[in-house]
């Protein structure tokens, strides 16, 4: 066991070491005599680093867009409770906490499609949840955020919470 796993240790600094002096702009013959092996395993190394680059460097940018989207949503959110602070008419307050319950569901949905938060039993029907969400009072919809942010794991002094229900 121990010799596959120092297989193992030894090809990964082979291919490292490789792919090293390829971008140092060595070509493939002189790496090959270099480090004493064929052509064909200089080539199969820098081709598996080339890959394993691009897989990091996609799922880099992957995280950082999710990580774009949630930060706009939550701003959505926080101008949504300013919003709602802002005003007395009950139309509105209901239309507004309405925004925000369905902008944490669309938290909640990217969260679990991307495997961050563990995906509830029973998929959603989502023209369903839009319909009784629209059909909901204001303390409903209050309470389905209250429901929300606990399901998103959010206390007081998280920035979901920052608006204050009246």
């Given at each position: ?135 909901m009072t204001e303390s409903e ?26």
């Amino acid at each position: 066991m121990s010799k596959d796993i120092d297989s193992i240790l030894e090809k990964s600094k082979r291919r490292r070491k490789v792919y090293a002096m390829y971008v140092q702009g060595y070509s493939q013959a002189e790496i090959a005599e270099k480090e004493e092996i064929h052509r064909n395993t200089v080539s199969k190394d820098i081709k598996f680093m080339k890959e394993e680059a691009k897989k990091l460097t996609t799922e880099d940018a992957v995280k950082e867009r999710l990580d774009g989207t949630i930060r706009e949503l939550d701003y959505i959110v926080e101008r949504a409770w300013q919003d709602y602070n802002g005003t007395e008419v009950k139309s509105v307050r209901v239309q507004i906490i309405n925004l925000i319950v369905r902008v944490k569901r669309e938290i909640v949905d990217i969260l679990q499609s991307t495997g961050i938060m563990p995906k509830a039993a029973a998929k959603m029907d989502l023209s369903a949840e839009v319909k009784r969400i629209g059909q909901m009072t204001e303390s409903e919809l209050e309470g389905e955020l209250i429901l929300l942010n606990k399901e998103l794991g959010v206390d007081e002094q998280d920035p979901f919470s920052r608006g204050k229900m009246n």
